[in-house]
């Protein structure tokens, strides 16, 4: 402890030289690091792209007030994944809810989980499981959705078909 309180508010323990921390603050740990420090190598997937982390919780005991310890099995997700880390804009959640709420990443692929793997064959994989392979990309795009509507309900990210 320095200054005669502790800034963690018991969330750290360093024993025999080595520094634990709990799953919370491990959380806002990363959280400010994924944000800040241009080493990391998912620096240009947050800090790098203007994710930033409000200045109050730039202080523990803040986000710790905001959020509450971090319930076990969930993590923090951005309900607005352009925007930034603070009160408003975080939740804690469970993979599945943070895996549907991720940003879609712009590809050469016209679909998700189709991949050419000859002139007139594509493949489909929803969430490594292999659906097959089609004669026709849109076809199998269509099995794709079947799929992740099967594993993922209303929450699934479905290819829209009209617009490709």
């Not at 799953?23 to 990391?40: D, E, F, G, L």
Request: aromatic share 10%; net charge positive; proline share 3%.
């Amino acid at each position: 402890m320095r200054g005669g309180h502790n800034k963690t508010h018991g969330h750290t323990l360093k024993t025999n030289g080595k520094c634990y921390m709990s799953s919370t603050y491990s959380t806002w740990s990363n959280m400010i690091q994924r944000c800040t420090n241009k080493n990391r190598p998912d620096y240009p997937y947050y800090g790098g792209r203007g994710i930033t982390v409000c200045d109050g919780w730039r202080k523990f005991e803040n986000f710790l007030k905001d959020m509450g310890v971090k319930p076990i099995g969930l993590s923090i997700d951005r309900i607005d994944v352009n925007g930034p880390y603070n009160m408003e804009n975080c939740r804690w959640t469970d993979r599945k809810t943070q895996r549907m709420n991720q940003r879609k990443i712009t590809s050469k692929k016209r679909f998700l989980g189709v991949n050419k793997s000859s002139p007139n064959t594509w493949r489909v994989y929803c969430k490594r499981k292999y659906l097959g392979s089609f004669e026709s990309e849109v076809d199998a795009a269509v099995a794709y959705n079947i799929e992740a509507i099967k594993q993922f309900g209303e929450l699934a990210q479905l290819n829209n078909l009209g617009e490709k």
